[in-house]
């Protein structure tokens, strides 16, 4: 089986979802909580900014519909290491976003600080994956280290804006930042 590049599962037990839904809203479970609105500020009650880049720490990690396991889930992801957004925070849970651009709720347990990104994920949609060059420094004219494929994950040791330095696997170079999902345009990471 070949997954997307967010490595995921879609559920197609749905009329067992709607079973459940329908159960828990007719009175046969808890309303479950529902989130505050986002601040406007970017604070979080974590005190960490919003939004920001996290990565999965697992292999699986169900992606649900609202900020609780009362909530239905919507996908699992299967791809530890796997970049997200997180847009909001409401107790222990995140809400995120991935490069494909779907939003839902993850426990934060099972996030990563760990900065890792996506190789052009946008060149996924045809049937050719470009080749995309790890460079021996933050030059277009370095010499190349390896090519590798559109979405593959790459460890994000630090950005300066315009070139992040990355890992995959034994190779560690360079990469030019508009190319990964993963770090926003002229970020700086240390």
């Not at 601040?39 to 919003?50: D, F, V």
């Not at 040791?157 to 990355?166: E, F, I, K, L, Y």
């Amino acid at each position: 089986m070949r997954l997307s590049c967010r490595g995921v599962v879609q559920w197609a037990a749905l009329p067992l979802l709607v079973a459940w839904t329908g159960t828990a809203f007719a009175g046969g479970g808890a309303t479950p909580k529902q989130p505050p609105p986002v601040p406007p500020t970017g604070k979080s009650e974590s005190g960490l900014p919003l939004p920001r880049f996290v990565s999965l720490k697992a292999d699986r990690v169900n992606l649900r519909a609202g900020p609780g396991t009362d909530y239905p889930t919507s996908w699992v992801y299967r791809r530890a290491g796997l970049p997200l957004e997180v847009l909001s925070e409401f107790e222990g849970w995140r809400q995120v976003r991935d490069a494909e651009g779907a939003t839902g709720w993850v426990m934060q347990s099972l996030l990563s600080g760990r900065r890792t990104a996506l190789v052009t994920p946008w060149d996924l949609k045809g049937k050719n994956k470009p080749q995309i060059p790890v460079r021996n420094s933050d030059s277009n004219s370095s010499r190349v280290i390896v090519n590798v494929e559109a979405g593959v994950i790459v460890n994000v040791h630090n950005c300066d804006g315009r070139w992040c330095s990355v890992s995959i696997d034994r190779y560690r170079g360079y990469m030019p930042q508009k190319q990964l999902w993963g770090v926003y345009e002229n970020e700086t990471v240390k």
